[in-house]
């Protein structure tokens, strides 16, 4: 390649970005968040907003009676516990079958055992 060549081709490039180029700025970087990055994180932030509202405290004859009507049946029950994030706010629901209790204990299908003292409110059926 000659001089003259290059000087013409370091000339073209200097034209085209001072005249013709439009930088996007921080729009192009955008397109480096992979999809499923930004998909978890919407979804914690959806998380995040959902609120769960108090529910009326339920004696613990009215839970007793709930579970075990629940149990005897094999219904899905909805357990609202006196349980609170950080935040104060109430956690989600514990949503399955009752599959057994003892003492104090209460088991659901697919959920960690609670004890009934920790309940606020039961219903039968989901509420998600």
């Given at each position: ?36 990055h ?64 003892e ?26």
């Amino acid at each position: 390649m000659s001089k003259l060549q290059q000087i013409n081709d370091d000339q073209l490039v200097q034209r085209f970005f001072d005249h013709d180029y439009q930088d996007r700025g921080v729009v192009k970087w955008q397109g480096f968040y992979l999809s499923d990055h930004t998909a978890a994180l919407k979804k914690q932030a959806k998380q995040e907003a959902k609120k769960y509202p108090a529910r009326t405290q339920q004696s613990v004859e009215e839970i007793a009676q709930v579970l075990s009507e629940a149990y005897a049946n094999g219904q899905t029950v909805s357990v609202q516990l006196n349980n609170r994030n950080l935040n104060g706010e109430f956690l989600p629901d514990l949503v399955g079958k009752v599959i057994g209790y003892e003492d104090e204990m209460v088991y659901l299908e697919g959920q960690q055992g609670f004890e009934i003292g920790d309940v606020r409110n039961i219903e039968r059926g989901s509420r998600r």
